[in-house]
Each structure stands twice: as C-alpha cells, then as structure tokens.
C-alpha cells in the first residue's frame, strides 16, 4: 500500500538517516576536503515548478543559519552536494542521483533540475554533503499533456515570523496537497518590533531591517529553521511568487516604497536572496535588479497555472500610498500594475490556452474593496483599486480570451475573500467575468479576529464580495473536470502553538459558470 502523506511527514526523518548511496559507490567527494560541520541542512528542503517529466529540488547548506554575515556559517569555498530522487520513501528504488556544486556566491544554495521523469506521480528526494544527511521531502510531477484526472492545491500568503508561529503551514502540508501555491511575503524584512501587528509580538526577527544581500539571506534562513514552514515544503512542490516584503513595504518598479536612497541596491540583494532560498528554475536567477517571475506551470490538461508578477513592472502608486478616498490619479488610463508586456503574456497565454481551469496567481485584491462603511469610498492605493483602468482592461480581455474556467488566487490581504470579478463593479447585473479567491495570511497580524458586523457590513458595501474572515488561514481548493470546490480553512489563533484548522466557508465553482455556489 502507498504511504500516506502524513506518515511520510512523521516518517521523514528516520528516512534520511537511512544507509545513503553515493554517486560512484564510495564516499561523497567534496571540493573542500576534510570538512565536518556541524548539521548543513537546518533549513530543511524543497522542491518546486513540476512538469510533466521534471521537477526542481532546492536546499541550502547552513549550519550556522543565523550568522550575521549571511554565509550560514559556511566557508567561502565551492562544496559538493549529491542529491537522490526514489520511487520509495525509503529511498531502495532510486531513480535518478547526481553531484552538483554548491557555491559561496549563492549561499551555498542548489537548485537541481532534475528531468525524465514519469509524468503525475510521487517522488522522495534527499541530499548529502559535508557527511551529513538531509531530511526527506515528497515531490511529485504534473500529469501528461491530455490528462483530466483531479488536483488538490492550497494556496497561502504572508507569513510574518514576530506576529505568531507558522501552525498554518504545519496543517497546510496535513491536508495532503498536491501542490503548494505561494502568494507572496514569504518573508518580512523589517527589523525587530519594525511592525507589531493586531496581538503584538510573539517571536523576534534577528537582526535589523533589511538592507544588504546578507540581511536578506540571514532573514530568509531565520524563516526557513521553522519546523512547520520545512514540514510544508517537504510535504510537496510548491510554486512561488513574491509581493512586496521579500523586498521593501509597497515598493513599485524601481520606487522605494519608504524612500529609500539605496533602494536599487536593497532590490538586488532582496530578489537574488529570493531566488536563493526557494525551489525555481535557473531561468529565474535574477540578472541585476531584475529576475523573470511570471511563468506557466501545466497541470495536465485540467489546469493551468499563469503565475503574475505585480511588483516589478508597477507604476508608484497614486495618491501617497495607503487607504484613500477621492483619488483622482487612481483612475488614470495609463497607469499600469502589470507593465504592458506581462498584460500581453497574460492575455496571449489564456487565448492560447486548452486547459479546463485556468487559474491566475497573483499578490493583491483584484475585486474592489472599499472598506468605507456608508457614503463615499476609502481604497487601498496599493491593489487593483489603485490602477482601476488596467484592471478593467485586464478584466474584458480575460473574458474575450474564450480561456475555460479563470479563477484568480490572490494573497497580500491577510483576510479571506470569496469574489466575483464583474465587468463594472457599479452594476450587479454587470457579466461575472471570473472568481477571486483572497487567502488570508498564515501569521501575520497575529490572531485576527471575526467580526461578524463589521464583515456583514463590508459585504454590503460590496456586494461582489461573498465572504470575508479575518482570522489566519488557507485555501484547500479541490478541482476536477466539472467543478473547482474551494474551502477557506482557519486558525482561531497563532499566538501560542497548537490551534486546530477548521473550514469556515465552503464554495463551488462550476466549470463554465464563473461563478460562486
């Protein structure tokens, strides 16, 4: 009998300290001879952007994961890390393995592409280096071109480090997803206390604000030592996308979102850290201060993923930023969140597109949002409400792509929402173009709350707007030929350890109706 995912979560440990098969038989040869550390791998692993016949593994060798210079603890020396993927979790039916080299320049981060593969099914990969070996984590591939079948992903967003521990990436990877789909502000960079959320402070960054490429990988690696955030990754692939804290706080294009004097500086090193720590493909690798986010990922024939970058092809945003009502500029023809090109992709991949679901990941509020009770309006500058004409341009040309099925998953709130995406959000009677599904945050602003009459009354306020909760969370979304089932799971608490997940809205998409049931 195949083993489940939560017996290979409870399992993976004494996996790794299984007998490891070296590439040539005999011990691993590194380029540093002679070394023993203390334990590399304290960051866990990961794996991400499957196809059909490949996968990428990810890990980065830190035995001292919070030294202040960035380096984890290693030398500045190239190190060599052998790498296993098997058809088993006890790792007897190896399927590929291989060398490759871990170098000082890169934080001594690997990304192995690993291809050949046999397309929707489950692997386990480790790695070796140093004499240590690594935890186990389960992988799959994406199902061949053609194949219906069914899919289970979650998605999830903003994972504050100081506002509570991560139990929602602990029940994320108990929910036995196929997939992991990544929202945005993976990571935080403000410096300790720099933002207190609704329940205070539960935990404490290490170090300052983020500002050189050491900051952010020493960040990055403070986050990555949660157990619960390494359990979700080993639990299965997950594709990735950044919003605005993996760099600076609102940051649009080449505009510091503080004013910041060395703020192209500050992206470099924000986007090259990003890269560094999380399972993408070499044609992510930032070149400067600038990397290629948005992608494609193929889930057989039911789905597709069209993953969007809203940060770097933005324009400043209007009005100072912020909650704001009146804003004159927000409404201007050529103000643009996606940059023309990326618009053009987006729209040229879902009219080319053949898949049964095509589902848009992207960072910020795409329905309107005014959280004015009563007359008059109060926007967020920093979402879709602050680059209105695009997102209607944007909007009209989904709809006439003829693309099947378009669910947008959104991140960035830390509230749940369930939307339809209308053509003039002034009409009720106005086409449904599409559904938004808002995850709310896995810790950041702390516990949350529910307030059943504010909720209501934003409701009403926007009537688009299904459901709103904002406690902590994630979204289970199950999908198959004739229907995408989404349920918003939720945390009473990230303040103190152990809070159950429970599902506090359920809706059902029905293929071809976009529309909420």
Same mark, same amino acid.
């Not at 979560?9 to 038989?25: E, F, Q, R, S, V």
């Not at 929707?120 to 690594?134: C, D, I, N």
């Not at 309107?368 to 920093?382: K, Y």
């Given at each position: 009998?195949?083993?489940?995912?939560?017996?290979?979560?409870?399992?993976?440990?004494?996996?790794?300290?299984?007998?490891?098969?070296?590439?040539?038989?005999?011990?691993?040869?590194?380029?540093?001879?002679?070394?023993?550390?203390?334990?590399?791998?304290?960051?866990?692993?990961?794996?991400?952007?499957?196809?059909?016949?490949?996968?990428?593994?990810?890990?980065?060798?830190?035995?001292?994961?919070?030294?202040?210079?960035?380096?984890?603890?290693?030398?500045?020396?190239?190190?060599?890390?052998?790498?296993?993927?098997?058809?088993?979790?006890?790792?007897?039916?190896?399927?590929?393995?291989?060398?490759?080299?871990?170098?000082?320049?890169?934080?001594?981060?690997?990304?192995?592409?690993?291809?050949?593969?046999?397309?929707?099914?489950?692997?386990?990969?480790?790695?070796?280096?140093?004499?240590?070996?690594?935890?186990?984590?389960? +992988?799959?591939?994406?199902?061949?071109?053609?194949?219906?079948?069914?899919? +289970?992903?979650? +998605?999830?967003?903003?994972?504050?480090?100081?506002?509570?521990?991560? +139990?929602?990436?602990?029940?994320?990877?108990?929910?036995?997803? &196929? $997939?992991?789909?990544?929202?945005?502000?993976?990571?935080?960079?403000?410096?300790?206390?720099?933002?207190?959320?609704?329940?205070?402070?539960?935990?404490?960054?290490?170090?300052?604000?983020?500002?050189?490429?050491? &900051?952010?990988?020493?960040?990055?690696?403070?986050?990555?030592?949660?157990?619960?955030?390494?359990?979700?990754?080993?639990?299965?692939?997950?594709?990735?996308?950044?919003?605005?804290?993996?760099?600076? =706080?609102?940051?649009?294009?080449?505009?510091?979102?503080?004013?910041?004097? &060395?703020?192209? *500086?500050?992206?470099?090193?924000?986007?090259?850290?990003?890269?560094?720590?999380?399972? $993408?493909?070499?044609?992510?690798?930032?070149?400067? &201060?600038?990397?290629? $986010?948005?992608?494609?990922?193929?889930?057989?024939?039911?789905?597709?993923?069209?993953?969007?970058?809203?940060?770097?092809?933005?324009?400043?945003?209007?009005?100072?930023?912020?909650?704001?009502?009146?804003?004159?500029?927000?409404?201007?023809?050529?103000?643009?969140?996606?940059?023309?090109?990326?618009?053009?992709?987006?729209?040229?991949?879902?009219?080319?597109?053949?898949?049964?679901?095509?589902?848009?990941?992207?960072?910020?509020?795409?329905?309107?949002?005014?959280?004015?009770?009563?007359?008059?309006?109060?926007? =967020?500058?920093?979402?879709?409400?602050?680059?209105?004409?695009?997102? *209607?341009?944007?909007?009209?040309?989904?709809?006439?792509?003829?693309?099947? =099925?378009?669910?947008?998953?959104?991140?960035?709130?830390?509230?749940?929402?369930?939307?339809?995406?209308?053509?003039?959000?002034?009409?009720?009677?106005?086409?449904?173009? *599409?559904?938004?599904?808002?995850?709310?945050?896995?810790?950041?602003?702390?516990?949350?709350?529910?307030?059943?009459?504010?909720?209501?009354? $934003?409701?009403?306020?926007?009537?688009?707007?299904?459901?709103?909760?904002?406690?902590?969370?994630?979204?289970?979304?199950?999908?198959?030929?004739?229907?995408?089932?989404?349920?918003?799971?939720?945390?009473?608490?990230?303040?103190?350890?152990?809070?159950?997940?429970?599902?506090?809205?359920?809706?059902?998409?029905?293929?071809?109706?976009?529309?909420?049931?």
């Amino acid at each position: 009998m195949q083993p489940s995912r939560r017996t290979f979560l409870a399992g993976a440990a004494a996996a790794a300290a299984l007998p490891y098969l070296t590439t040539g038989g005999g011990a691993p040869v590194a380029l540093w001879r002679g070394l023993r550390l203390a334990d590399p791998f304290t960051l866990g692993v990961a794996s991400g952007d499957p196809t059909a016949d490949g996968i990428v593994l990810w890990t980065r060798l830190a035995p001292r994961p919070l030294d202040e210079t960035g380096r984890g603890g290693m030398p500045a020396r190239p190190v060599e890390v052998e790498w296993q993927l098997a058809a088993d979790e006890r790792f007897r039916r190896i399927m590929r393995k291989g060398t490759v080299t871990a170098r000082p320049e890169h934080a001594h981060s690997v990304h192995v592409e690993v291809a050949g593969l046999e397309p929707g099914r489950e692997y386990f990969y480790r790695f070796r280096a140093l004499g240590e070996v690594s935890p186990a984590g389960r +992988t799959r591939t994406a199902p061949a071109p053609g194949t219906l079948g069914a899919l +289970t992903f979650v +998605t999830a967003s903003c994972a504050h480090y100081e506002h509570g521990y991560y +139990t929602a990436y602990r029940r994320l990877a108990q929910e036995e997803p &196929d $997939l992991v789909v990544h929202l945005g502000d993976y990571m935080y960079e403000y410096g300790r206390g720099g933002y207190t959320g609704i329940s205070g402070l539960v935990r404490r960054h290490a170090g300052g604000k983020c500002r050189t490429l050491a &900051d952010y990988r020493t960040r990055h690696a403070q986050y990555k030592t949660d157990p619960d955030l390494q359990a979700a990754h080993a639990a299965a692939p997950w594709l990735v996308v950044f919003d605005d804290h993996e760099v600076e =706080n609102n940051w649009a294009g080449p505009v510091s979102g503080t004013g910041a004097k &060395d703020f192209a *500086a500050r992206r470099r090193a924000g986007l090259r850290a990003y890269y560094e720590n999380l399972p $993408l493909r070499r044609s992510a690798m930032p070149r400067g &201060d600038r990397m290629r $986010l948005h992608r494609r990922i193929a889930w057989g024939s039911l789905a597709a993923f069209h993953l969007l970058d809203t940060r770097q092809f933005r324009d400043d945003q209007a009005c100072h930023d912020g909650l704001r009502s009146g804003c004159d500029a927000a409404l201007a023809a050529d103000r643009t969140l996606l940059g023309a090109d990326q618009r053009e992709w987006l729209l040229a991949g879902l009219r080319r597109s053949a898949a049964r679901w095509n589902l848009i990941g992207q960072q910020t509020i795409m329905a309107r949002h005014d959280v004015a009770l009563g007359p008059g309006r109060e926007l =967020n500058m920093d979402s879709w409400d602050g680059y209105a004409a695009e997102r *209607a341009r944007l909007l009209a040309g989904i709809r006439d792509s003829g693309a099947s =099925n378009p669910v947008v998953l959104t991140g960035d709130a830390h509230i749940h929402h369930a939307a339809d995406l209308r053509l003039d959000f002034d009409d009720p009677d106005s086409p449904r173009v *599409a559904v938004e599904l808002v995850t709310s945050s896995i810790s950041s602003d702390g516990d949350g709350y529910r307030d059943h009459a504010r909720m209501a009354a $934003l409701r009403v306020e926007n009537p688009h707007i299904a459901y709103v909760d904002q406690r902590r969370g994630y979204i289970v979304c199950r999908v198959g030929p004739d229907e995408l089932r989404a349920e918003f799971r939720t945390l009473d608490y990230v303040t103190r350890r152990g809070a159950p997940a429970r599902t506090s809205a359920k809706f059902t998409v029905p293929s071809g109706q976009s529309v909420l049931a």
